[in-house]
Nanobody, 121 residues
Framework: QVQLVESGGGSVQAGGSLRLSCAAS????????MIWFRQAPGKEREAVAA????????YYVDSVKGRFTISQDSAKNTVYLQMASLKPEDTATYYC??????????????WGQGTQVTVSS
């Protein structure tokens, strides 16, 4: 069982920045993808960004392209989501997740507990 622990959420004004961190309990290179999802009240959960841990291939949902950056530090088994130019519509609970080899990248087997991001106008 892989444990994922997020940190770095909080409240910020529109236009501000936050960095989320996700620490994994085992080598991220043993996982297929590390993914950041978010879910706002009344909305479906969506994959915001993902990184393939070995190839480094990256995915972003269109709404965050140019504003969010996903990165990994393999030595620390940690993935980051740097969020800039935040908008009120970015307000959500953000979840770190991980998929395993043999599965689809965006279909995780493991989830973190979530961290709240609130952007005020």
């Amino acid at each position: 069982q892989v444990q994922l622990v997020e940190s770095g959420g909080g409240s910020v004004q529109a236009g501000g920045s936050l960095r989320l961190s996700c620490a994994a309990s085992e080598y991220t290179s043993s996982l297929k993808c590390m993914i950041w999802f978010r879910q706002a009240p009344g909305k479906e959960r969506e994959a915001v960004a993902a990184i393939a841990t070995v190839s480094g291939n990256i995915y972003y949902v269109d709404s965050v392209k140019g504003r969010f950056t996903i990165s990994q530090d393999s030595a620390k088994n940690t993935v980051y989501l740097q969020m800039a130019s935040l908008k009120p519509e970015d307000t959500a609970t953000y979840y770190c997740a991980a998929s395993i080899p043999g599965a689809l990248c965006l279909k995780p087997a493991y989830w973190g507990q979530g961290t709240q991001v609130t952007v005020s106008s």
